[in-house]
């Protein structure tokens, strides 16, 4: 197998400049974030990326991944939000009150969607634990549940051993680059789940009001998620989330030095990313992107596809050249069914970083009968 790289393809006329815009303001200081990134989910890009691979502690950013994981059992059917569940006193006596809390007493009942509520809104660490007992029985079968979806979405430089994200020896670290695909999945795979849960300023439980700590909440125009972080080790750590017009952009910023940072530089980051970058259409879902050759079927081509519609974004009132390559290792071998991911579309912007988006095969090719073979061997496509 060789990697096929088709050839670059202009796409300037895919472009339309914006008029100039005024001068923008600028992303956060490194001693606001020492770590920040900033992807533009409608597109694909990363508009700012600061030690984006960089391991750190994520405290109750964590709990991010525990509603992912609640999600995904939701819609397996293996969760119900109405179920009501009953608190262990064991973990009632080891976390009740330890940190941002509901205070659940040993033996309480209490449904899951409030657990739920108390993981994302309050940030309340009891309500994970109790979550990760109720659903799958122990906090060791839900790390693993954790990891294994931290491992389907290519979180490569993250682990998780607990639920909530109370310090754990450094068991428990993320990078940047990590938490933005983790948000970017919250949102893209669980719309619904997604506004109903991370969108909530506050929860009521037991008669009290208990308020997020989300600092664009009510702030920035289409903030409407994720979840913020802070223990004494790891500092202040925000990963958010903003929409505006139907362009998303997803932030992470770690080890800020206080809460105050962190807000400053979450907005900073947001408003820059939206003052100081243009988004325009480019490709939609179905569009025909290109097509890839086909060893041993019915078709020699397969056409492919974007898997969702996706725009392009440049910096404002600019009108950059922009070239598309498709690549991928073939001709990719037959059968193939439709939707099944074959190759990627590498995008290069002039002055910004080269990026890729997944190609789909838009149609099933099916493996050569004998007399199919006999014509793919006459036009040298059998190996």
Do not use: C
Not at 32 to 46: C, H, N
Not at 105 to 121: C, F, M, S, Y
Not at 308 to 333: E, F, H, M, W
């Amino acid at each position: 197998m060789r990697l096929h790289a088709e050839r670059w393809l202009p796409l300037a006329l895919l472009i339309v400049a914006a008029p100039a815009a005024a001068e923008p303001p600028g992303p956060p200081s490194v001693e606001q974030a020492p770590i920040a990134l900033l992807v533009d989910a409608s597109s694909g890009q990363t508009l700012l990326a600061r030690r984006a691979e960089t391991r750190f502690l994520p405290a109750s950013m964590t709990k991010a991944m525990t509603a992912l994981v609640a999600f995904d059992l939701i819609r397996a059917g293996r969760l119900d939000e109405q179920a009501m569940v009953t608190v262990r006193p064991a973990t009632a006596s080891r976390l009740s009150g330890k940190g941002t809390s509901l205070y659940l007493k040993p033996n309480e009942r209490i449904r899951i969607a409030d657990l739920l509520r108390g993981v994302v809104t309050a940030s309340a660490n009891d309500a994970a634990a109790v979550l990760a007992e109720a659903a799958l029985g122990s906090q060791q079968a839900w790390h693993q549940a954790m990891n294994q979806r931290a491992q389907a979405l290519d979180m490569t430089g993250s682990h998780f051993a607990s639920a909530n994200g109370l310090p754990d020896g450094g068991k428990t670290y993320v990078t940047a680059a990590d938490m933005a695909r983790l948000g970017q999945a919250l949102v893209r795979e669980y719309p619904e789940l997604y506004q109903r849960y991370f969108r909530a300023r506050e929860m009521t439980w037991n008669g009290h009001r208990l308020f997020s700590r989300n600092p664009l909440s009510g702030v920035v125009a289409g903030a409407d998620g994720i979840k913020t972080g802070h223990t004494r080790e790891a500092g202040y750590t925000f990963l958010g989330s903003v929409v505006r017009d139907g362009r998303r952009l997803v932030l992470v910023v770690g080890k800020t030095p206080s809460e105050a940072a962190r807000a400053k530089a979450s907005r900073d980051l947001v408003e820059w990313g939206f003052a100081a970058w243009d988004s325009r259409p480019f490709l939609a879902a179905g569009q025909e992107v290109g097509r890839i050759r086909v060893q041993n079927g019915t078709a020699r081509e397969v056409p492919v596809t974007v898997p969702r519609d996706y725009s392009i974004t440049v910096p404002s009132g600019t009108n950059p050249a922009v070239r598309v390559q498709i690549l991928y290792s073939g001709p990719v071998r037959a059968p193939i069914a439709k939707g099944s991911p074959v190759a990627t579309l590498e995008v290069r912007i002039e002055g910004q970083p080269a990026y890729r988006l997944p190609l789909l095969t838009t149609k099933s090719v099916a493996a050569a009968g004998p007399i199919d073979r006999i014509v793919n061997g006459l036009l040298g496509l059998w190996e």
